[in-house]
T-cell receptor, first 110, second 118 residues
């Protein structure tokens, strides 16, 4: 079952913050976040496994809610290099194929 | 480290011909490789999973006779689109991981191959 990402697209000015959500109607086993720049390969950002988990660093971090049905990616003080499409990939059970959301296109402008 | 390459990056072929796409892990051994298809502004759709030395596992709806996958070594997997038709035109991306766990092993993606079938 494909997770739902929101928003579909967002435009930010440098220095602004953004939140990208990834939601599922069922509890998830794990959430993987990737960023893909136009014409390039998706790049792994982080994985979350535990309900209530938060990880990442100051600028890019993510959380996984207690029910394990929603993950949010936080982009703080955005930079031009943050532009790209962000995908979440989810597992319903361990060691099963990742199902990716449709992506959130983030554009950071000067 | 963890670089994955794909070749070719772009290919245009005539309808009815076959096209082979290579996926290589350049600086690590990939026990598992994945093949995805991505339509414009759409998500990554998993086509198949291949483990070195064994037959690929195809996702539901993917024709195994049309999309032949070979994972002959720990650094190379190939996808052959046989008797290609215009509807097969797409962006094909491979990924590779060191181990076999989809949960904890990071997938490293290749840069993709743009296939256009005329």
């Amino acid at each position: 079952q494909q997770p739902v990402q929101s928003p579909q697209a967002v435009i930010l000015r440098e220095g602004e913050d953004a939140v990208i959500n990834c939601s599922s109607s069922k509890a998830l086993y794990s959430v993987h976040w990737y960023r893909q720049k136009h014409g390039e390969a998706p790049v792994f950002l982080m994985i979350l496994l535990k309900g209530g988990e938060q990880k990442g660093h100051e600028k890019i971090s993510a959380s996984f809610n207690e029910k394990k049905q929603q993950s949010s990616l936080y982009l703080t003080a955005s930079q031009l290099s943050y532009s790209g499409t962000y995908f979440c990939g989810t597992e319903i059970k361990g060691n099963t194929p990742l199902v990716f959301g449709k992506g959130t296109r983030l554009s950071v402008i000067a | 480290g963890a670089v994955v390459s794909q070749h070719p990056s772009r290919v245009i072929c005539k309808s009815g011909t076959s096209v082979k796409i290579e996926c290589r892990s350049l600086d690590f051994q990939a026990t598992t490789m994945f093949w995805y298809r991505q339509f414009p502004k759409q998500s990554l759709m998993l086509m198949a999973t291949s483990n070195e030395g064994s037959k690929a596992t195809y996702e539901q709806g993917v024709e195994k006779d049309k999309f032949l996958i070979n994972h002959a070594s720990l650094t190379l997997s190939t996808l052959t689109v046989t008797s290609a038709h215009p509807e097969d035109s797409s962006f094909y991306i491979c990924s590779a991981q060191r181990g076999t766990s989809r949960t904890t092993d990071t997938q490293y993606f290749g840069p993709g191959t743009r296939l256009t079938v005329l």
